[in-house]
């Protein structure tokens, strides 16, 4: 979408390398979450964010909310970390998510 | 994590009929929210819902839509009637207060004919 902008739209990785995806704000963004959409369909939590770094495994994250944008890095990828990643952020006060358009990452042997 | 359950996970309805999505959002959360997702793209948000009241709502959450909680059973979406473009996977979320994270259930798959 507009408002949360998500690069790149598309990423294959050998398996071992290192890689990062990154989400532009044009809305001020007060919290971030991360997500993984796996092959079935199912969303899984990486991260939720207020600004800063969080670090989970092989994966890290940080959320810079004066310069409206979030990275996540993800080091020695794996097969399974193959699926759709979407940024989502918050800027009511309701909760309501404004998601990107993910970033299809396809991690080959 | 904490599970957000929905019932059904796929339902094929004829246009014009009227469908019932429900969610079981995580015991303790008080905000609840229905998202759609048409073909793996873009998560739309439809709707959030909090103390029995609707507190925001997006242009996707056409008149046909409502949503209730009743006595704290399921959180459900209901549809009356259906039309084509409602076709998509409907996301249930839920979330301890407003600006805490968000859990989601995973989907219900509805196909309008």
């Given at each position: 979408?507009?408002?949360?902008k ?41 991260f939720?964010?207020?600004p800063?770094?969080k670090?989970?495994g092989r994966l ?7 310069e ?42 | ?9 796929h ?6 009929q009227?469908?019932?999505l ?50 704290g059973?399921?959180f459900t ?5 259906t ?12 979330s301890?207060?407003?600006g805490?994270?968000q ?11």
């Amino acid at each position: 979408g507009d408002k949360v902008k998500q690069s790149p739209s598309a990423l294959s990785l050998q398996e071992g390398t290192n890689s990062a995806l990154r989400c532009n704000f044009s809305i001020a963004a007060t919290t971030v979450q991360w997500f993984l959409q796996n092959p079935r369909g199912s969303l899984i939590n990486l991260f939720y964010l207020v600004p800063g770094t969080k670090e989970n495994g092989r994966l890290k994250s940080a959320f810079d909310s004066k310069e409206s944008y979030s990275t996540l890095h993800i080091r020695d990828a794996q097969l399974e970390d193959s699926g759709t990643y979407f940024c989502a952020a918050e800027n009511t006060n309701t909760g309501k998510l404004t998601f990107g358009d993910g970033t299809v990452l396809t991690v080959k042997p | 994590g904490p599970k957000v359950l929905q019932i059904p996970s796929h339902q094929i309805i004829d246009m014009g009929q009227m469908v019932t999505l429900n969610c079981d959002p995580v015991s303790n959360h008080l905000y609840f929210y229905w998202y759609k997702q048409i073909l793996g793209q873009q998560m739309e948000f439809l709707v959030n819902f909090y103390n029995g009241k609707v507190m925001e709502k997006s242009k996707l959450f056409k008149d046909q839509f409502s949503v209730e909680r009743p006595d704290g059973s399921y959180f459900t979406l209901k549809i009356q009637p259906t039309a084509l473009e409602d076709s998509a996977v409907y996301f249930c979320a839920s979330s301890l207060d407003s600006g805490y994270e968000q859990y989601f259930g995973p989907g219900t798959r509805l196909t309008v004919l």
